[in-house]
């Protein structure tokens, strides 16, 4: 079974420092997905970067960028020029590669980044 | 307007009381989900239907009944309440071949939160 393993409940960070949010998977398919995930305190779930496993280069996506490493199975966060609006908690997510509505999201246990102004 | 809606957003009821919370997506999705999420925040799927068909349960009991009259819905039955129901849920869509590949995101609703006292 795959699990997605985040080893920091909390992580705090300056206002306009950079933090690195840690995520780790375990998988013995090829072809999947990757996903952080953003929940405020809204509750909504937004989704801030997603990596396809086939894909070597990192995903970025403006101040938000990933450190994907397929053989440590290791997929982090970074997060540059932290904004108070970053303030929620963070889940890393595993798809598997199928498309036929049996594949699911895996969820880590989330990292809830406080934003020190 | 929302992609995927849920009502009701917060639902307070007594123990042993059946109540449903309801899901649209206006997306043309194929897929529909529901993952629980716990007090402790961590998220887990409880089902996904595929154009209407049930394709994925994961050992929910059978008190949780999800019912989808068309590709558009999903909504969630809950018979005798349980305490231990108390928790976020989220209904999500995602769309299928041809609409963005296989890294299509999942669309969230804002959840419901279920409390049972």
């Known amino acids: 079974a795959q699990t997605v393993t985040q080893s920091q409940p909390e992580m705090s960070v300056q206002e306009a420092e950079t933090v690195t949010l840690s995520c780790t998977y375990d998988?013995?398919?090829?072809?999947?997905?990757l996903f952080w995930y953003k929940q405020p305190p809204s509750r909504q779930m937004i989704l801030v970067i997603r990596?396809?496993?086939?894909?070597?280069q990192n995903a970025t996506e403006n101040r938000f960028s990933v450190n994907f490493q397929k053989a440590a199975k290791s997929f982090s966060l970074k997060i540059s020029d932290s904004q108070l609006g970053d303030a929620a908690m963070y889940f890393c997510?595993?798809?598997?590669?199928?498309?036929?509505?049996?594949?699911?999201?895996?969820f880590g246990t989330g990292t809830r980044l406080t934003i020190i102004p | 307007d929302t992609a995927v809606s849920q009502t009701p957003k917060y639902l307070v009821t007594q123990m042993g009381n059946d109540k449903s919370i309801k899901c649209e997506q206006n997306?043309?999705?194929?897929?529909m989900y529901w993952y629980k999420q716990d007090s402790k925040k961590f998220l887990k799927i409880m089902f996904s239907?595929?154009?209407?068909?049930?394709?994925i349960n994961e050992t929910v009991p059978n008190r949780f009944s999800p019912k989808s009259p068309d590709k558009a819905h999903l909504n969630l039955h809950i018979n005798s309440l349980e305490l231990g129901d108390s928790a976020v849920y989220f209904c999500?869509?995602?769309?299928?071949?041809?609409?963005?590949?296989?890294?299509?995101?999942?669309?969230f609703g804002s959840g419901t939160q279920l409390s049972v006292l």
């Open positions: 997510a595993y798809r598997l590669g199928s498309n036929f509505g049996n594949e699911k999201l895996t």
């Open positions: 997306l043309g999705h194929d897929t």
């Open positions: 998988t013995s398919e090829s072809d999947y997905y």
């Open positions: 999500a869509s995602k769309g299928g071949t041809g609409t963005g590949g296989f890294g299509e995101k999942l669309f």
């Open positions: 990596q396809e496993a086939y894909k070597q």
């Open positions: 239907y595929n154009n209407k068909e049930l394709i």
